[in-house]
């Protein structure tokens, strides 16, 4: 930080005279550099600081000891947010205004009496406007307006490492619902990587899609064979830790970009990193396996740390949009709105969906007013024993407890149905056994798969179906068909010798023929012109 003497540069001979006056002296000196030589001296006497910091309000004392436990700065719109600002104005409008005997501020009590200066400091996230003491004054003003607090390396203590505890404990009514934590981010995985490596056309949740990514699962959302391979065939407990971990260490995952109903626009950045570990070092204050309200932990942050994510208190270079309205949501007037969403965000839709946190509501579909976090011990869910329900018509009925690289392999030979109690649905079909083909797989895999797994053995006639198709590939087919009947031979003849020939596919018999796909209009056209009027049936509801 500047020193007095170049904290005072760049200000004209009449703000350093309002200074000295407030100080109890008058300057001499009528040239600039020699009047700032001369208040620089002044300033420094350690009597004379004691008798002007013992002058100040109580108000400025707070400013003055938050900036000073802070190591003498402070970023200036974190400052200004809590003591007011410094008008701006020129020379004649202050000599005449005189705004230093009417301060609106507490910051303009300490800057027009030289105990606050503002310039732009270098940060590990660029150059930032900051609210400072002079480095040479501020041992001083420590030394006589800080006596008998304790100094941490001229560093405020973070919430949850040596600050109280923020926020309060649930009520049993804010308790009432639980939603427990669980795993089932890792049968949610799973999906999602058979999903990808088969190149179905899904739209993934984005935060899973980003865990994978950060635990290297995949490589711009490819699969990645033996990383895979590792993460589905290791416990249960062994791959969450395996997905929190690569959460909690990456720098490239950004909650704050994967808040739903925000969009993040332009070229700034932020420090997920960071975020993360101050929110982690928040939670782990709360007292172990305690419900904790969630709403009165954001209401303490906001009164307290509100900057957490925001470099030197920055709320105007970050464009975040609104979704729903298209309102960027630009100042501290919207903390709410974007920083405190992400509290909630990381508590509610990471936290829980790591199976770090039990989340509980008033009612069930009621917002979420609880969380209690929940130590990584291994859980029932662990044991990965559960069997396969398979029917003679290829279909199979698949628990959550089966094998995960079980269901992996299973869910690249077979369609996807829908989940149903707890249960996920597959059924083999001539297609999905051509794509599993297509990738490599062979249907003697598959029986193998489902004899070691199934919990009362494969239907012979299944084994026999899936045997045959390997022999012989698909030996019938169901499609539906646009099929024209003519009353003679000769109309389709007839019908045959005109331009709609070409529209015509396999006969079916003398008075019979297929229309290919999409040319029904084109034939009927056709007959219309030959002086034939056809009866169209095709939308008319058929009995059973």
Known sequence: MPDLFHALQGYDLGYLRIVAEFWGFELESRDLAGAIKELTSHLLDSQLVVEITASLSSEAH????????????????????????????????????????????????????ALLGRAFFETASGAH???????????????????????????VSQPGVNSPVLGRG???????????????????ATTLLAALRLGRDIKPNPVLLDILNAAKLLKRNVPQAERVKTFLEAPRTDALKMLVEAWRSSENFNELRLLPGLLCEGEWKNQPLATRGFLSNLLDAIPEGKWWNINTLVSDVK?????????AGDYDSWFIRRETDGQYLRGFAY???????????????????????????????????????????????????????????????????????????????????????????????????????????????LIVLLVKHAAAGIPPVLVKALKRWDANGTEARAEMQVILRVSRPEVLEELRKSKAARFLGEPLGPTTVIIKAGAQSKVLAALAELGLLAEDTTSKPTQD
């Open 62 to 113: 707070i400013a003055i000891n938050t900036l000073a436990a802070e190591g003498g700065r402070i970023p200036w719109a974190a400052f200004t947010r809590k003591f007011g600002d410094v008008r701006e104005m020129g020379v004649g409008k202050r000599d005449r205004e005189k705004p230093h005997f009417k301060p609106n501020s507490t910051a303009e009590i300490l800057f027009y009496r």
């Open 129 to 155: 406007e900051f609210a400072y003491i002079p480095e040479d004054l501020l041992p001083l003003i420590y030394t006589t307006d800080m006596e008998g607090l304790e100094k941490k390396n001229n560093k």
């Open 170 to 188: 649930a009520t049993p009514g804010e308790r009432a619902y639980v939603l427990p934590a669980n795993d089932l981010i890792l049968d949610d």
């Open 303 to 311: 009164k307290t740390a509100p900057d957490f994510q925001r470099p």
């Open 335 to 445: 903390w709410d709105q974007v920083d405190g969403a992400l509290i909630r965000f990381f508590i509610v839709d990471i936290l829980h969906y790591l199976g770090m946190a039990g989340l509980a509501s008033p009612e069930e579909g009621k917002d979420i007013t609880a969380f209690k976090l929940i130590s990584p011990d291994p859980r029932p869910s662990d044991v990965e024993n559960g069997k396969l329900k398979i029917s003679s018509n290829g279909r199979i009925s698949t628990p959550r407890s089966v094998p995960r690289a079980a269901r992996y392999q299973l869910a690249r030979f077979c369609e996807w149905d829908e989940e149903k109690n707890d249960e996920i649905l597959y059924h083999i079909t001539p297609e999905s056994l051509t794509k599993a083909k297509e990738q490599g797989l062979k249907t003697e895999h």
